[in-house]
């Protein structure tokens, strides 16, 4: 089996859990489906995307100043 599955399937977990906490929380307190919730839910989604971006580009500035 490939990495790239093993990547896709941990991603799609963690986004999948996150989409699901948030979801139940929003049940919980009742609120209002409006512009923010739905936000807050497709913000759930992508924020892994982005934390990955961020931790390699750390990653590749701390290794560009070691040198």
């Not at 807050?40 to 590749?60: H, K, N, Q, R």
């Amino acid at each position: 089996m490939s990495w790239i599955y093993f990547v896709s399937f941990a991603y799609s977990l963690t986004a999948l859990f996150l989409l699901a906490m948030t979801y139940i929380e929003g049940l919980q307190a009742r609120a209002p489906w409006n512009m923010y919730r739905l936000a807050g839910l497709l913000v759930c989604i992508f924020w892994p995307v982005l934390f990955l971006y961020l931790m390699v580009t750390m990653a590749s500035k701390r290794r560009i100043s070691q040198r």
